[in-house]
């Protein structure tokens, strides 16, 4: 009856919420969708999650699992492109003001109808200080700064931002808010909602420990998801299990032997064995994350640019990419990843030429080279020993020191290191998050303690424009500056491996480490 | 004499126990990064006011020595703080983390005792045998054997090579039965879930059998030389004169006054499989108190990391109680 | 416990055992230049996880190559200086400062002697792991790092020990002698009582190095170990623990390494402890 007044932008969305239309049903078991094939999947995180609350955490295998639970404004497809979810469809009014129209019909798993409150409740909750048992959402930097939402009627709300910002930034960040129930936080508090999360998603939470497995269902009532992701209707399977199981090789044993049928953090050494099993298939996409060396610009010898260009000529980043990563990543030219659709296709990768390197180090005033200590944590070990390994080919004699990651970090951005090898995560894939945070002056990444007024200025207006074509000169600009200056040694973005079972079928590792399993099914389950 | 004796101790162990607090305290804030730095991670554009509110949030922009006087007010009402990382009471977290390192502790010990007494004994009435020597050497590789490479050969043969027992975790997804004790093979019968059962079951030998090791080696040997002491004593003579059997001589006789000095060294290896499971829970992937410490520690989640090491302090003082107390019970001579 | 000495192995062969295992593992550390065929530090990636020589590995590289192409054999034989001098350096600090804590607490007893009671119980209750996760966390992983990090506990039980002797030497009669004959007490602590009590330091050092050696592994397999490149062997099967599918061989035999010597020096400690035992040497030491 309420088919009658479906007005989605996507014609075809409409059609597949009849097959998951159970209308209000909820709990388990109750409606018996026609695509079901049932069949239980264990799913292997490398790390413990940090909480069922979609505003209380960060990492990435906590959004694995809460992707599967909830659903956001707008999604990412696994090719990178942001459709409407929830939304049936956004509209810019003005330089800050968005209007949201939501799709109608769809469900919590508890029973209660998505309205427009729910959406200003969760992006109010994200957005607003003091928001979550009076604590700051974590997630707050992930959207720019706005007031909180108005509702405009049932289905439809405004989102007002402080300053105008580009379209691509707000819709990445909305991609990261899982929205949540008004009624049934504002009832029971956020601490028994995080015990027990409720969202719109395929899968229904049933039990769960934050460091060992979580447990969830099919839910029924799911509309059906947004068309470009091919999701017809409800879940396949009738149970997911993800568990925690943070020794890779825990993990890939469970997978040989079938008790595991999707293993996360694949490490490139295992791929070419996994590759022989017939019962396992290796999936790798390209990752969002970039590894590089800061150098500290503040301080002799990296404070000369010819030093630090040096550095870029002689380690062999090529050799890493081919050995360390077994061609699992791909080679950053400049600061921003070829991923990105801002990447300055103009720059060529600094040659790997321990001649030049030699020569640049004479110019630049060290002609016999100098000592220095590689500063890394325990992922990249490997790839700043080879660095390492490297650099004595030209004079420089290098050590590797690991840390603890937050060690690091705190360290690094006081100037206490010479040269670090980091990462920064660029799952926006939008040079916003990750520029600003590592080249920005005084920034949390800074960590070469790089400062240049022309970078800053160029970066905050692309940050604020809504003209895409100036962005993208903007961005270009900045490129080109940072090439040259090279506070890095530019180094590589890795690709994510999963292996999964060869019995899946749909399965399609999400980006950033999404698992999204509404179109996952088991080959005779 | 006895009560002031108990007292004494009491009170020295709650200076102790309150040393260790104010100590764990701060080195945790003497580490460089606080837990919003690691929550936020690698990834982000936060602003410095942005950072600067969710600091306040957590109150990690107070001054350690105020955090230190709010941190102790709140232990004396029971009260050891909030999980930064899993934004809850660190005393739930930790609690929920107990069951399965205590199950662990509990099979190792089973495994440990029933090996080393039978071995033991066997080795002191046979001494000098080809047994004896065979035992003796076990039990020397048993405390040269480093508990992480223990477990990674037994993973590598039974689990990878074999394939007759699982990898690590505690029980295979999904097949955890719910509560109530959270001691899985005790939940599994409580459900007489036979499925659980088993899995709890595969799951507990490798880690138990690692953790044990040194335990039974340490054992052993203990038992061996004390056995071998009570048997060459004239009682056991003057039992085995008066017609008792050779068997109840050694077992009612002997063993009972060699267990002492096996008391005391049970407690004092119990201590060390408590505090020293952080390396066999991290090599087995066992979501227990130990593995929840490191991560803890490199999560600075400050709260959870003062929790537990006050839990293993009280564990090791009570440890030492009992010991204390069943000299008297096992040996009449001694009282305290 | 009163254990009759032949008793307590079997006797016999434990001291030969032990004493020769520790010589080859000590003359491995020293003469590593010459032993190790290649450098430890070095390799080509190119050439990175060569399986051992009877798997179809090379020659060249008898127990293969690690992930970063570097020879196996030659990390593990430069990694006896560095396991084995952990344990080493370890043991020298922890002996050398419970024994001097030791002997004060013991001799002149007092008020001293209760703090050094008080800061004894405080550290065993302290859970030691945890500690030194906490040292490496904020110093950084490192050689020195690493035996600061393990030495704040170990020196506590040859201070119990020292004292305990201390305190029963006190009473007997060479004491008393060396008093009438005017000497200092620093002076009879050192030279009158210590060699006296020498042997149970040196039985327990003993037995620390190898205790050492395995702490510093397991911290090392925690990621908290050596700086890298060094060849440490916890570290080794740490790194290993990466390839456990594929390369079986990475984290087996540096572990090896470990339980061989850490045998050989429980089976010398032992052996010593039964060649200078002091109820042969001193019966009248009242017990």
Known sequence: MKRAWITFVFVVASVLTLTGCGGGQTGSGAGAAPTRSGGTIVVALPASLESYDPAMYRSRPTEAVLANIFDELVVRLPNGRIVPDLASSYQQLDATRWRFTLRRNVRFQNG????????????????????????????????????????????????????PSPADILLAGLAHIQIVPAKLINGEGSTAFAAHPVGTGPFEFVAGQLDDETVLQRFPGYWGGPPQLGVPGPARLDRVVFKVIPELSSALAGLTSGSVQIVQGVTPDQVRSLKANPAVVVKSYQDTNTVWFAMNVAKPPFDRVQIRQAMNHAININSIVNHIYDGQAARMTGPVPPFSSYYDTSLKPYSYDPAEAKRLLAAGGYPNGFSLVIDTTAPYQDAAEAAAQDLQKVGVTATVRLWDVTALRQATLAGQRQMALMSWGNSFRHPFDLLNPTLGSGQRGNFADYSNPQVDSLLAAAATTTDHAKAAADYAKVQQIIYQDAPWVFGWAPKAIEAGSARLRGWQPGPDGMELLVHVSMNGA | MRITTLGSRLLSTLLVMLAITIFVFLVMRWLPGDPVDRILGGSGQVSQQQLRALRASYHLDQPVPLQLVNFLGDLLHGDIGESVVYNRPASQVILEHLPATAELAVAATFFAIGVAAPLGVAAAVWRGSWFDRLASAGSYLGISMPGFWLGIALILVFAVHLRWLPVGGRADPGAEPAGPTGFLVLDAILHLDLTALASALAHLILPAVTMGSVMLAVLSRVLRSSMIEELDKEYVALALAKGASRRRAIVCHALRNALIPSVTVFGLELGTLLGGNMVVETVFGWPGVGQLAVSSIFARDYAVVQGVVLLYALTFAVINLLIDISYTKLDPRVSF | ???????????????????????????????????????????????????????????????????????????????ARVSFGLGLAGAAIAAGVGTALGMVAGWWEGWLDGLLGRLADFLLAFPMLIFAIGVITALGSGFWNLILALSLKSWVEFMRLVRGQVLAHKQLVYVDAAHALGRSGAGILAWEILPNIFHGVLVLATLRVGYLIIAAASLSFLGLGVQPPTPEWGAMVNDGRNFMLSAWWLSTFPGLAIVVLVLGLNLLSEGLHELLDPRFRDPGIPR
């Open chain 1, 112 to 163: 209660q109808l998505l309205t427009a409150d729910d959406v200003k409740f969760t992006l109010d909750r994200v957005s607003q200080p003091n928001q979550v048992d009076g604590k700051t959402s974590l997630r707050q930097s992930l959207l720019p700064a706005m007031d909180p939402a108005t509702v405009e009627g049932p289905s439809s709300l405004i989102v007002t931002l402080k300053s």
């Open chain 3, 1 to 79: 416990m009163g254990v009759r000495l032949k008793d307590r192995l079997g006797a016999g062969p434990t001291l030969v055992v032990g004493a020769v295992v520790v010589a080859i593992f000590a003359l491995d550390a020293l003469l590593a230049p010459l032993v190790a065929p290649h450098d430890p530090l070095h390799g080509e990636l190119a050439r990175r996880l060569l399986p051992p020589v009877w798997m179809g590995g090379s020659a060249d590289y008898l127990l293969g190559t690690d992930g970063l192409g570097r020879d196996v054999l030659s990390r593990l034989v430069w990694g």
